[in-house]
C-alpha cells in the first residue's frame, strides 16, 4: 500500500536552513516530487527527482533547494538554503509512477502527503 509520510517542518527566520523529509514507502516510485501551498494560492510544484537522480527545479527555488533521496531507507528530502518569507506554505510530498511531459505539475502525481508547515520569519 502506498503511503507517504512527510515530517521536518518548522520555523525558521529568513536567510535560514531547513530539511523536510517524506517517507514514501509501498512501491519504488519512478518520479518524486515536493509541491508547497501557502494560503490563498495554488498548490505549485517545487522540485522532483526521478529513479535515476535527474532534477527538476521550480525558478523560484533554483540553487536555493535541493532534492535528494536515499533508496534503501526510500526516503525523499528537500534541502532548503537562504529561506525567504515568499516559501512558506504547506510542504507536500508526492509520487507518480511516470513523470510526464509536466514533471511538476500537480496533474501528473496521483499519490500524496499529508503535509508539513514550513514558516519563515521575516
Known amino acids: 500500500q502506498a ?4 515530517s521536518g517542518g518548522g520555523s525558521v527566520q529568513a536567510g535560514g536552513s531547513l530539511r523536510v523529509a517524506c517517507a514514501a514507502s509501498g512501491y519504488s516510485w519512478y518520479c518524486l516530487a515536493w509541491f508547497r501551498q501557502a494560503p490563498g494560492k495554488e498548490r505549485e510544484g517545487v522540485a522532483r527527482v ?5 532534477t527538476v527545479y521550480a ?3 533554483k ?3 535541493t532534492i535528494s533521496k536515499d533508496n534503501a531507507k526510500k526516503i525523499l528530502y528537500l534541502e532548503m538554503n537562504s529561506l525567504k ?9 508526492a509520487a507518480a509512477w511516470d513523470c510526464g511531459l509536466n514533471p511538476l505539475s500537480r496533474s501528473t502525481y496521483a499519490y500524496w502527503g ?4 514550513v514558516t519563515v520569519s521575516s
Open 3 to 6: 503511503q507517504l509520510v512527510e
Open 50 to 54: 526521478d529513479s535515476g537522480g535527474s
Open 59 to 61: 525558478d523560484s527555488v
Open 63 to 65: 540553487g536555493r533547494f
Open 85 to 93: 518569507p515568499e516559501d512558506a506554505g504547506m510542504y507536500y510530498c
Open 114 to 117: 499529508q503535509g508539513t508547515q
